[in-house]
């Protein structure tokens, strides 16, 4: 359940995500202009109205909708929401969200059921109708039925958050508000809810605290300095650079996963929230627009004259209480060990205390011993890119144990599987799928610390459970010890290893010179994935349907790798719209800014077979020689990427 609100959090977020710039403009332009902004003016101010009237919902529809269905599903989820926003008298933030994804799919259907039947010569026109009169139909539901439904929605929200704003109570919205944000729905609730409200008490009194429920950084700031000081020691390392994307960058969403890994510290959260919400309300603190992204700078940015004090009391209790709160949770750092020392061996006070660990693994769910293991599961979402990439490594590293690696969709992993590693995000399907498996989370494609715990659970026969690792469980008997003891004595020497087989040049197909683009300008994540994407359409892989896929792919789980190396590829459902396998290399000497890490190297996948495993894994090689990888990222030549990721025969 968690795995699916999360997902859906992250398709709101896609909406609103693209479309901060147009925020932020509305936003100074608030500030700047209104009649209690900095530089008052009622020319410019009169921008203010339209904007969030007409502009950001409209812009939100059109987002959804090309999510859904390209860019006619972006144009008929305009059409749409123009029905919502008609006759209401507050912005149609919530009703875009609804009215943008909801007609483009009416419209996909629709698209779906003529593809094939139309007669040649006519398709711009039945395209063009089919549009327009799905379209009318569409603003018409809106306008009669979906907007006033929402209205009465937003009205009835409204009318509690006045009760508790009048009545001193305020501060208990951070009793729901907070659950929700960790589970990827705070984008819904800001701008679907509170800035709708906010903003039509801010035309009044030229200010509003709700502004700041939802956005305040103080909470999240709380949480992972708490992390920083008193989390798991593996955690320490990560969150520095959290901090700054927090609350400098504006990206709540980066601690998130700290708080769903240790879901207690909910309550920090929603205590953090709270007396922020105390402080501000008896502060009389306020912003005059959403501060989006919710990050210190924006709040400096609409913080109206005269309110900064109010502002900084508020965002620095909610940081100070969220601290002392989660560090009381996390226990001051007392009993935190790191399971692995810095070579990869187990810490003496945890090999000493090995036994109960062992015998206590029904309570962390399944464990295996590491030398029973044979076979370890790869999964991810499509069993295409990600998958791939990480058990061409764990292949390599597990051959000499005799373990065998394979990857599957997490909808295919097996019901005999032992070990499946899988990133965090699908941890709850996997498990799901097969609740006897030992399922391990990683949180990066590459140079994760669990695929170190992985291999020194097998290579020294630990027991394995998706927590970590500890000594083996009980001794072999002796006598089974003895033969096994005899057999390896008889087993003739192991054969010496098969010299390397030369490189061959890549047959043209999966990855071809026509593929490899180099020396392109720096773009935004989605830009490239469109290009990615269109690059595989004008390869002939795949039709333009494929590249939403890509982009509602990436919305469920990143496939930035590391290293500079991002491989987009699309959803299951979207495999349909593949026609040949094909891989594309996109070089980025500037970066690409994917989730706060620079990908150089973009690399989409186009496949509904095995046919681009072997490049894969000879990318995966590629990376792990530092040489060849910074190669790959400012090389001028289509040649030398063709040869450096050239497969080894078999």
């Not at 010299?499 to 994540?525: A, Y």
Request: hydrophobic share 50%; charged share 15%; net charge neutral.
């Amino acid at each position: 359940m968690r795995a699916r609100i999360q997902k859906f959090g992250g398709y709101l977020a896609g909406m609103i995500m693209p479309n901060i710039g147009a925020f932020i403009a509305w936003g100074l332009i608030t500030a700047l202009f209104i009649p209690t902004g900095w530089t008052p003016n009622e020319g410019l101010a009169s921008l203010v109205g339209p904007m969030i009237t007409y502009l950001l919902p409209l812009l939100i529809g059109y987002t959804g909708g090309r999510m859904v269905h390209g860019q006619r599903g972006a144009v008929i989820g305009a059409i749409a929401t123009m029905g919502v926003i008609v006759g209401v008298d507050i912005p149609m933030f919530l009703g875009a969200m609804i009215m943008g994804p909801l007609a483009a799919y009416v419209l996909k259907k629709a698209d779906q059921a003529i593809e094939g039947k139309v007669p040649a010569g006519f398709e711009m026109l039945i395209d063009n109708f089919s549009l327009g009169i799905l379209g009318m139909g569409m603003a018409i539901l809106g306008k009669l039925a979906i907007g006033p439904v929402v209205e009465t929605l937003v009205t009835w929200l409204g009318d509690g958050v006045n009760f508790l704003v009048s009545n001193g109570l305020l501060p208990l919205a951070s009793i729901f508000v907070e659950p929700a944000k960790v589970l990827f729905l705070n984008n819904a609730i800001n701008h679907g809810v509170l800035s709708p409200l906010g903003a039509a008490e801010s035309a009044e009194v030229g200010k509003s605290i709700l502004f700041m429920v939802e956005s305040n950084p103080g909470p999240g700031l709380g949480i992972l300095a708490a992390f920083a000081l008193f989390g798991p020691r593996m955690l320490r390392a990560s969150t520095p650079g959290a901090i700054i994307i927090h609350f400098f960058g504006g990206i709540h969403e980066i601690y998130f996963p700290y708080v769903l890994m240790k879901p207690k510290m909910i309550l920090a959260a929603i205590a953090g929230g709270m007396s922020a919400l105390f402080v501000g309300t008896a502060l009389n603190a306020g912003l005059v627009a959403p501060a989006s992204p919710g990050s210190i700078f924006a709040y400096f940015a609409v913080t109206p004259r005269g309110g900064f004090l109010a502002m900084l009391a508020t965002v620095g209790t909610g940081a100070v209480i969220s601290f002392v709160v989660g560090s009381f949770l996390l226990g001051f750092g007392r009993g935190e060990k790191k399971l692995l020392s810095d070579d990869g061996a187990l810490d003496d006070d945890v090999a000493l205390s090995a036994a109960p660990l062992a015998t206590a693994g029904t309570a962390r769910g399944p464990v295996v011993s590491g030398g029973d293991v044979r076979e370890l599961i790869i999964a991810c979402d499509a069993g295409m890119g990600s998958s791939v990439m990480v058990a061409s490594t764990m292949r390599k590293k597990l051959a000499q144990y005799g373990v065998e690696v394979r990857h599957t969709p997490v909808a295919g992993i097996p019901d005999s599987a032992q070990v499946v590693l899988t990133h965090e995000g699908l941890v709850d399907q996997a498990r799901k799928k097969n609740p006897h498996a030992v399922v391990v989370p990683f949180s990066q494609y590459m140079g994760d610390p669990a695929f170190a715990r992985v291999e020194d659970a097998i290579k020294n026969n630990l027991s394995l459970s998706a927590t970590g690792v500890s000594a083996a469980p009980a001794a072999v008997p002796v006598a089974a010890a003895a033969a096994s003891s005899a057999a390896s004595a008889a087993a003739p020497a192991a054969a010496p290893a098969r010299p390397r087989r030369p490189k061959k040049r890549l047959e043209r197909g999966v990855l071809n010179p026509e593929g490899v683009k180099l020396g392109l300008p720096s773009v935004s994540k989605d830009e490239a994935i469109r290009q990615s994407g269109g690059l595989l359409v004008a390869l002939g892989a795949a039709t333009p349907q494929y590249v939403d896929g890509m982009l509602a792919r990436e919305l469920q789980t990143s496939t930035f790798l590391g290293n500079g190396v991002a491989i987009p590829h699309g959803t299951n459902e979207s495999r349909e719209f593949i026609t040949k396998a094909a891989l594309g290399f996109l070089q980025f000497p500037d970066g690409v800014d994917w989730d706060g890490k620079t990908a150089h190297v973009v690399i989409p996948i186009a496949s509904n077979s095995d046919e681009h495993i072997a490049i894969l894994g000879a990318l995966a090689t590629a990376l792990a020689d530092p040489a060849k990888a910074e190669r790959l990222r400012t090389t001028t030549s289509v040649d030398e990427v063709l040869d450096i990721l050239a497969p080894e025969e078999d």
